[in-house]
């Protein structure tokens, strides 16, 4: 098939609405031999309807085209900061894909789904071991319901302590995840921020001085969102028990710390996971997702049904646990990224899980070795899975902001890192390697990062513009947010 193409044309600059030509198709339809089935009123009808007309050859060239202009974790380096965007073993897919796990209805019997049952059972058990929380539902459909079913499951256990009216106050770091006190918030709790320290941990002083009988918990990501490890979280743990509240880990990071720290050992009550960070399922625009939450036994009561029980006979079940919050979503939460997070786990065993975490470290200390003094580093010590990088010496120096340094990385075949967060971190560009990614890779990255420090300086013009390769450059947010295109428009005559 000869490919008509002018030399350098884009194949995505034109829809396929432009591409048509009246008459052509891509399949043949056979003539209706049965009954004509009436049409809708006519006032129902829309004479100004135009659909694309490809022919077959066409149309394949179109969406393969298009399918080029994606980038995603297949395509090249993904480095979003508190993402965790690691590449999807294919061999998942195919197993969450077997017909008996990937046709079995929600609402059949039990009996007959012990396959599946007893599947997510090992999953389960592999989560209590990896966090040192012996209770744990796979119920909640994301990190952040999972999170919220956490919070809630305090508020039920301080009900029936009856302190639930007095502790009114849940305690957030000023550099957590936006789920934390968007969660906290939710549950009805008031939001007392707690500072980060120099040294990038939690202010010992502000929590002792918070703590009191007005705190119901604390909430802590464990590393922190600057890629560091709490100091002294132990102790932290240790006063806040005393005060009578409650620890709770937001899971998000675990790929730093699994198969090497456990968030039990750590005097943690609750903990949710992101199934997609830790253990490579799907993520964003590849979900759903999956969120499970994990706890102390005095905690295990109040768990979001359904849990999971293996019976004296063997058999497993579905149960309610005695003091449940209830449902977080329908049936038995989004089976098939459990299934893939299992055979995640069953691929690497324990002392896999254990490499990947060392080497999510390792990659991350290299970028920051390799980068050490091109950008600052607000806080510069050893991180653990990711590093947190300032542009504001570009900015300061030379005009240039993070968002010109991120939309340039596109220029040189990189997925830009995350930008402006965590807030407490002026021009943030955090950056996560990932374990996947091979040495190269990062020495690639690093090497267009630096590559872009200096044009800051020579020519800072070149980032203002940038991206110059990219289908689309830099679009007028507001208009787009004020004036949004949501269809096609036939082109102006």
């Given at each position: 098939m000869t490919d008509y193409r002018p030399a350098g044309e884009d194949f995505g600059a034109r829809l396929s609405f432009d591409r048509g030509e009246p008459g052509r198709r891509a399949v043949d339809v056979p003539c209706w031999s049965g009954d004509e089935s009436p049409l809708p009123d006519a006032h129902l009808l829309r004479d100004s309807l135009r659909l694309p007309e490809l022919s077959q050859g066409e149309l394949v060239r179109y969406y393969t085209a298009l399918s080029t202009r994606n980038y995603g974790?297949?395509?090249?380096?993904y480095p979003l900061g508190s993402c965790t965007m690691k590449f999807n073993p294919k061999v998942n897919d195919l197993i969450a894909s077997l017909q008996g796990f990937a046709e079995a209805h929600p609402l059949a019997p039990e009996e007959d789904m012990q396959g599946t049952l007893r599947t997510l059972l090992e999953l389960r058990d592999g989560l209590a071991e990896i966090t040192g929380l012996p209770a744990v539902s796979l119920a909640p459909a994301a990190g952040a319901q999972g999170e919220f079913a956490g919070v809630l499951m305090i508020m039920a256990a301080l009900q029936d302590r009856g302190e639930l009216a007095q502790r009114r106050r849940i305690l957030v770091p000023d550099s957590a995840h936006g789920t934390n006190p968007a969660t906290a918030a939710m549950a009805g709790f008031q939001v007392t921020q707690i500072p980060t320290a120099a040294d990038g941990s939690l202010d010992r002083d502000t929590i002792e001085?918070?703590?009191?009988?007005?705190?119901?918990?604390?909430?802590?990501?464990?590393?922190?969102?600057?890629?560091?490890?709490?100091?002294?979280?132990?102790?932290?743990?240790?006063?806040?028990?005393?005060?009578?509240?409650?620890?709770?880990?937001?899971?998000?990071?675990?790929?730093?710390?699994?198969?090497?720290?456990?968030?039990?050992?750590?005097?943690?009550?609750?903990?949710?996971?992101n199934l997609h960070k830790s253990f490579s399922t799907p993520h964003g625009g590849g979900g759903p997702g999956a969120g499970p939450v994990c706890c102390s036994e005095e905690l295990a009561p109040y768990l979001p049904t359904p849990i999971l029980e293996q019976g004296d006979d063997g058999v497993v079940r579905?149960?309610?646990?005695?003091?449940?919050?209830?449902?977080?979503?329908?049936?038995?939460?989004?089976?098939?990224?459990?299934?893939?997070?299992?055979?995640?786990?069953?691929?690497l065993g324990l002392d896999g899980l254990r490499s990947v975490s060392g080497q999510a470290v390792l990659n991350a200390n290299y970028l920051r070795v390799l980068l050490h003094g091109w950008y600052d580093l607000p806080y510069d010590r050893p991180v653990l899975h990711e590093v947190v990088f300032s542009g504001s010496r570009q900015r300061r120096e030379h005009g240039v902001r993070t968002y010109d340094i991120a939309k340039r990385l596109i220029d040189h075949g990189f997925h830009p890192p995350t930008v402006y967060f965590p807030l407490i971190v002026e021009e943030a560009l955090m950056i996560e390697p990932t374990e996947t990614e091979p040495p190269e890779a990062i020495e690639a990255l690093a090497n267009a990062l630096i590559a872009i420090a200096k044009e800051s300086a020579e020519d800072p013009a070149a980032l203002h513009a940038a991206p110059t390769t990219a289908p689309i450059g830099r679009l007028d947010e507001t208009a787009a947010a004020r004036r949004p295109v949501l269809r096609w428009q036939p082109p102006s005559p």
């Open positions: 974790i297949d395509s090249g380096t001085r918070e703590l009191d009988e007005t705190v119901a918990a604390v909430m802590v990501t464990v590393p922190n969102t600057l890629g560091l490890w709490e100091r002294g979280i132990e102790e932290v743990a240790e006063l806040i028990h005393e005060a009578g509240a409650y620890l709770y880990a937001d899971g998000a990071n675990l790929n730093a710390i699994m198969g090497r720290i456990r968030y039990g050992d750590l005097g943690f009550d609750v903990a949710h996971l579905l149960a309610a646990p005695e003091r449940s919050i209830g449902r977080m979503q329908q049936f038995h939460g989004n089976v098939g990224v459990l299934l893939r997070a299992t055979a995640y786990m069953r691929a």
